[in-house]
């Protein structure tokens, strides 16, 4: 009968299923995998939003020429400020002339952008920022093409 007895527990132990143990230790691996893709996923999410936002203001820079002559009127950038602080060359969030900027975005100037009501453009040097990243762009005369600087996106 003792031959019986021990060959029921060793059987009973090896019927199948997993340990809390081993359970717990699995979900530990499968948390801490997925806490380093969402990561990289979260980031890859925020550079796709970001490289968006960039062509759509590289695209209204470039259409600033049809407005112009649509309206038939010119079109400075950054406008010159009624409160008299002319030394400001650079445009927050929102919108000015033609141009509609997502939230948090600046674009620096180095000189006003005179877009004439002909749809000709003096050009500019410009660089987009969001935060601490800064994007360069110029903008070329006569048909406001942008080129990127350097490697910038």
Excluded: N
Aim: charged share 20%.
């Amino acid at each position: 009968m003792p031959t019986s007895v021990i060959s029921r527990s060793t059987s009973a132990r090896c019927s199948g299923g997993y340990t809390l143990l081993e359970m717990v230790v699995v979900l530990a691996i499968m948390a801490l995998v997925m806490g380093i893709a969402a990561v990289r996923v979260f980031s890859m999410i925020d550079s796709w939003r970001v490289r968006t936002q960039l062509d759509d203001i590289d695209q209204q820079f470039q259409h600033l020429p049809v407005l112009a002559r649509q309206r038939g009127e010119t079109i400075v950038l950054p406008p010159p400020d009624v409160a008299g602080s002319r030394g400001r060359r650079r445009l927050s969030s929102g919108s000015a002339e033609g141009l509609h900027l997502p939230p948090d975005w600046l674009v620096h100037f180095d000189r006003r952008l005179v877009v004439t009501g002909a749809g000709f453009c003096r050009g500019a040097r410009i660089v987009l920022q969001k935060g601490v990243h800064t994007y360069p762009r110029i903008v070329t005369a006569p048909f406001c093409r942008l080129q990127l600087v350097g490697g910038a996106p």
